[in-house]
């Protein structure tokens, strides 16, 4: 599975516009992009999935560049309740689907 | 329910001891993951089934770990002689096997079980 780098930690005010980019640069054909988010105390949830380009739901925005090389996980203006630890992993979602989680960035968001 | 529960939410035990922890996935969901997750750090894969598969095993860090499923029902995960090293949180995740939805492979994950070793 491909190894994700990103930021252990991002700082960030209400109503401000958070990007949290994810490096994997030995991403293979076959694998697809997913962001998870963990608040403390919880399990982590599905925020978004993408192969390429951009996909957008009612939380957030993932772009993917065309090389796939990177991703950006775009969260429109941030609450106090967007405080979390956000995860990139990147992996065929075929066969047994297991998750390969980093340390992922822990998000705060400041009054 | 509508998600996926564990028991205990909390287990203190004492090194040594046997403990097990279980797992109630949503229903219809044939594939069930165990992670830990120890304190500060990402989430470490212990173990997968799938329907009536052999499951894959390829996480459990030593003998010691065990997990069992019925069918595509509850799962039960064993820590025996438990170290101190066995303390993190425990979590269980379900999902659909299969489907071409843009959430493939969309993982539910329980609360978790805390799991501290004196």
């Known amino acids: 599975l491909a190894k994700t780098t990103q930021p252990i930690s991002m700082d960030s005010y209400e109503g401000q516009e958070v990007n949290i980019t994810c490096s994997h640069n030995?991403?293979?054909?076959?694998?697809?992009i997913t962001w998870y988010q963990q608040f403390p105390s919880q399990g982590p949830r599905f925020i978004i999935q993408g192969y390429k380009t951009k996909v957008t739901n009612e939380v957030a925005s993932l772009f993917i560049p065309a090389d796939r090389k990177s991703s950006t996980l775009s969260l429109p203006r941030v609450s106090l309740s967007d405080t979390a630890v956000y995860y990139c992993l990147v992996g065929d979602i075929g066969g047994t689907g297991k998750l390969i989680f980093g340390q992922g960035t822990t998000l705060q968001v400041k009054p | 329910g509508a998600g996926v529960s564990q028991s205990p939410s909390n287990k203190v035990t004492e090194k040594g001891k046997d403990v097990e922890l279980r797992c109630d996935p949503i229903s219809g969901h044939t594939a069930l993951y165990w992670y830990r997750q120890r304190l500060g750090q990402g989430l470490e894969f212990l173990i997968y089934f799938q329907g009536n598969s052999a499951p894959d095993k390829s996480g459990l860090p030593s003998d010691r770990f065990s997990a069992e499923r019925t069918g595509e029902s509850v799962s039960t995960l064993t820590i025996q002689r438990t170290q101190q090293e066995d303390s993190a949180v425990y979590l269980c995740a379900s999902r659909v096997f299969g489907g071409g939805s843009v959430s493939y492979n969309e993982q539910f994950f329980g609360p978790g079980t805390r799991l501290t070793v004196l």
């Open positions: 030995n991403i293979a054909t076959n694998d697809y």
